[in-house]
Nanobody, 126 residues
Framework: QVQLIESGGGLVQAGGSLRLSCATS????????MGWFRQAPGKEREFLVAISWSGTGTRYATSVMGRFTISRDNAKNTVYLQMNSLKPEDTAVYYC???????????????????WGQGTQVTVSS
């Protein structure tokens, strides 16, 4: 069983930055592809970005490309999401997720991910 714990959320003004972290338990973190999603009130959970198990491949949603950056440190069993130039529409609960099936590339559908964190709230004020 893999546990994921997000941290780093909070309140920030528009144009500001935050860095989210997702710490995972277990010895197999380095073989999972990892993703970040978010869910705003009244909306479906939305794919943001994914990173390959090695860290060499990434895939971004167009809504965050150029503003958000994903990275990972396999030695620390942690994946990060650096968020810059934040906008009020970025307000949401942010989730990290782990995909065990790395043979299928970097995936964007929620159902393709096997493990989820509890989420961390990000609020961007105007």
């Amino acid at each position: 069983q893999v546990q994921l714990i997000e941290s780093g959320g909070g309140l920030v003004q528009a144009g500001g930055s935050l860095r989210l972290s997702c710490a995972t338990s277990g010895r197999t973190f380095s073989v999972y592809n990892m993703g970040w999603f978010r869910q705003a009130p009244g909306k479906e959970r939305e794919f943001l970005v994914a990173i390959s198990w090695s860290g060499t491949g990434t895939r971004y949603a167009t809504s965050v490309m150029g503003r958000f950056t994903i990275s990972r440190d396999n030695a620390k069993n942690t994946v990060y999401l650096q968020m810059n130039s934040l906008k009020p529409e970025d307000t949401a609960v942010y989730y990290c997720a782990a995909d065990r099936d790395t043979r299928r590339g970097l995936r964007v559908e929620m159902d393709d991910y096997d493990y989820w964190g509890q989420g961390t709230q990000v609020t961007v004020s105007s």
